[in-house]
Nanobody, 129 residues
């Protein structure tokens, strides 16, 4: 019933910026956490950031702090991941996930064991010169 669709991926040069979108449908309640994950070839899926629809709190994995920024347009149920200073290590498929009914983010939101209710199918980001 809950659906998430990522978009905005593509090919970008090192040092560039990109904004990914996560369009959510099937729920309108105020309490929800949106998580962003990525998976590079041959590696496990890794949580990078989370955003609370309710109170705007955020969390970032240490490796992306200062370069990644999450935000949301709550009225549209659309959420964003802005990536700056892209490098080759950012190349991955990026996914969004939703934990419905969760109020605020904590560090556990970048874990796959967090109570995610839905996942998108991913959007590819490739960083190459």
């Amino acid at each position: 019933q809950v659906q998430l669709v990522e978009s905005g991926g593509g090919l970008v040069q090192p040092g560039g910026s990109l904004t990914l979108s996560c369009a959510a449908s099937g729920f309108i309640q105020d309490y929800a956490v949106i998580g962003w994950f990525r998976q590079a070839p041959g590696k496990e899926r890794e949580g990078v950031s989370c955003f609370s629809k309710y109170d705007g709190t955020t969390y970032y994995r240490d490796s992306v702090k200062g370069r990644f920024a999450v935000s949301g347009d709550n009225a549209r149920n659309t959420f964003y991941l802005r990536i700056h200073s892209l490098n080759a290590e950012d190349t991955a498929t990026y996914y969004c996930a939703a934990a419905i009914g969760v109020r605020s983010v904590q560090s556990m939101c970048v874990s796959l064991t967090y109570p995610w209710d839905a996942w998108g199918r991913g959007t590819q980001v490739t960083v190459s010169s």
